[in-house]
């Protein structure tokens, strides 16, 4: 017990002398920054002006990890890099549902909903897409931009009806991830992906 007591009195004394060891820099320092004159912020802000200097050496860190955007750092920002690591662990590197670029630059390619539909001499026409040049029976996609897989179980038959007839007349695909994929219209293509733990699809009797 007494040897407790005499560890918390030392604890307590430590404490103590490391408060006032504190106090004693924070006041040289406040004394030594209020007499200077060469540093206007810490004669103004004295020994809290001091961290101002050391905020601007670690803003680079903090800013690269906690305040920086996706595409505001150069030569090569975050999205960049972290491109580059995904795609040199063989991940996926595509990144759907929205963009992080900026938008306002003159000549950036961006997708708007059009009140009317385009014309025929203003569609701008694309190369088909060929898919696994070196397999047995390499595919050649039609189409570039194509309706990605969603949740189709919860919107009515007549919208993934609809989605499959303007697939079918605008001669894209619709992706399907469901193991029974919705009804769709006769004539529009399908990409089915199989789900995890199933190997095979079976034709409706």
């Not at 040289?28 to 050496?57: K, M, S, W």
């Not at 039609?142 to 007549?158: A, D, E, H, K, T």
Request: charged fraction near 25%; aromatic fraction near 12%; proline fraction near 7%.
């Amino acid at each position: 017990m007494d040897f407790a007591f005499r560890a918390m009195q030392a604890m307590a004394l430590g404490f103590v002398v490391v408060l006032g060891l504190l106090l004693l820099v924070a006041l040289v320092l406040f004394v030594i920054d209020r007499n200077q004159t060469g540093d206007a912020i810490r004669r103004n802000y004295p020994v809290i002006g001091r961290f101002r200097h050391l905020f601007t050496e670690l803003g680079e860190f903090f800013r690269q990890y906690f305040f920086a955007m996706d595409r505001e750092e150069m030569p090569f920002n975050r999205a960049q890099r972290d491109w580059v690591d995904r795609a040199s662990k063989g991940e996926a590197n595509t990144v759907a549902f929205g963009s992080t670029r900026n938008l306002s630059i003159p000549g950036t390619a961006i997708f708007v909903n059009a009140p009317f539909p385009p014309l025929d001499d203003q569609y701008a026409s694309s190369e088909p897409l060929l898919i696994g040049p070196t397999a047995r029976t390499p595919y050649l996609a039609p189409s570039f931009f194509n309706i990605s897989g969603m949740s189709y179980g919860v919107i009515s038959r007549p919208a993934v009806e609809a989605l499959s007839r303007g697939a079918r007349e605008a001669g894209v695909w619709s992706e399907h991830r469901r193991r029974r994929p919705q009804p769709l219209s006769p004539g529009g293509w399908m990409r089915h992906r199989l789900p995890d733990r199933h190997r095979e699809i079976r034709r409706a009797r």
